[in-house]
């Protein structure tokens, strides 16, 4: 069975402080994605990266970063410099095999920089 | 990128009524399309898995007699809540995955706000 576990409920920030947010998997699967989403308080969910598991190079997009170790089964997304527009929802989420069977999301973390 | 739209995005209805919801997939086609339940500060729960021209697989727990998906082409799937209790008010969220040659793509519609009245 697949899992996502994202140990962080709610996390508060003031604005410009990095925040990290961590994300545990549990996967059989050899072949599987990682994904991370915002879910802004408009409800549609916001794609934000996706990452193979056969790839484990960090990534950095901007502010965003993702730090993603096989070792530990963590794929965790640090944010630079928050923002009050980053305040949001962020999910985790876990696909295993080469077509996506099985989408897990994670229970989500509640991000809120206050300014 | 592609884009997976939802109708209504959010809808009001009466105890007993029924109601549909509708996922197209605007620019590509879908061969398989889900369906999440998203309770109010919770997670998205997958509800079902749809093939084009084939009967939707529920998760358990999900009743598929109240919970009618019909995947009709490789654009368009619709939810319909039969028979709506307060309970079943949710944020109902469709997604759409496209094939890709070795792989795939997955995308999300906006939601659909359901209140049941």
């Known amino acids: 069975a697949q899992k996502v576990t994202q140990a962080q409920t709610e996390i508060s920030v003031v604005e410009k402080e990095d925040v990290t947010l961590d994300c545990v998997y549990e996967?059989?699967?050899?072949?599987?994605?990682l994904f991370w989403y915002k879910q802004p308080p408009s409800g549609e969910l916001v794609f934000l990266i996706r990452?193979?598991?056969?790839?484990?190079q960090n990534e950095i997009s901007g502010r965003y970063s993702w730090n993603f170790q096989k070792s530990t089964s963590s794929f965790n997304f640090t944010i630079t410099a928050s923002q009050v527009v980053d305040s949001a929802v962020y999910f985790c989420?876990?696909?295993?095999?080469?077509?996506?069977?099985?989408?897990?999301f994670g229970p989500g973390t509640r991000l809120s920089v206050l300014p | 990128g592609a884009v997976v739209s939802q109708h209504p995005s959010w809808v009001i209805c009466k105890s007993g009524t029924s109601v549909k919801i509708e996922c197209r997939s605007l620019?590509?086609?879908?061969?398989?399309m889900f369906w999440y339940r998203q309770f109010p500060k919770q997670s998205l729960m997958l509800m079902a898995t749809?093939?084009?021209?084939?009967?939707?697989?529920?998760e358990q727990g999900v009743e598929k007699d109240k919970f009618l998906i019909n995947h009709a082409s490789l654009t368009l799937s619709t939810l319909t809540v039969t028979s709506a209790h307060p309970e079943d008010s949710s944020f109902y969220i469709c997604?759409?995955?496209?094939?890709?040659?070795?792989?795939?793509?997955?995308?999300f519609g906006p939601g659909t706000r359901l209140t049941v009245t």
């Open positions: 990452r193979n598991s056969f790839d484990e």
């Open positions: 996967t059989r699967d050899t072949t599987y994605y």
């Open positions: 620019d590509f086609q879908a061969t398989t």
């Open positions: 989420a876990l696909s295993g095999g080469p077509y996506g069977q099985n989408f897990v």
């Open positions: 749809s093939n084009e021209g084939s009967k939707a697989t529920y």
């Open positions: 997604s759409a995955r496209e094939l890709t040659g070795l792989t795939y793509e997955q995308y």
